[in-house]
């Protein structure tokens, strides 16, 4: 059974950073592709990034240089470093993977990032 676990969310001023926690089990970061994404209240859920099971990331305009996301396939988990953080990134958090054997989408519950300004 694919299972995604997302933590590291909370309340953090403007400026400050988190690191987000996407952990996985019943499939492996490293054999499929995995993506980041965030829904404001009212907004509709929006890319933050992709990672592939290669390494290779891409992210939005809006987080590029900022944002950074890496894996640590030990652990089977992605993470989503997130610095400089601004008001318009509070959202709830979601990491998906696409599991290339099945064709299907698994998604995490969401973690909750609120940025004070």
């Known amino acids: 059974q694919v299972q995604l676990v997302e933590s590291g969310g909370g309340l953090v001023q403007a400026g400050g950073s988190l690191r987000l926690s996407c952990a996985a089990s019943?499939?492996?970061?490293?054999?499929?592709?995995m993506g980041w994404y965030r829904q404001a209240p009212g907004k509709q859920r929006e890319l933050v990034g992709t990672?592939?099971?290669?390494?290779?990331?891409n992210y939005a305009d809006s987080v590029k240089g900022r944002f950074t996301i890496s894996r640590d396939n030990a652990k089977n988990t992605v993470y989503l470093q997130m610095n400089s953080l601004k008001p318009e990134d509070t959202a709830v958090y979601f990491c998906?993977?696409?599991?290339?054997?099945?064709?299907?989408?698994?998604w995490g519950q969401g973690t909750q990032v609120t940025v004070s300004s």
């Open positions: 998906n993977i696409y599991q290339l054997t099945t064709t299907r989408t698994f």
């Open positions: 019943g499939v492996f970061f490293s054999q499929n592709p």
């Open positions: 990672f592939s099971r290669f390494g290779s990331t």
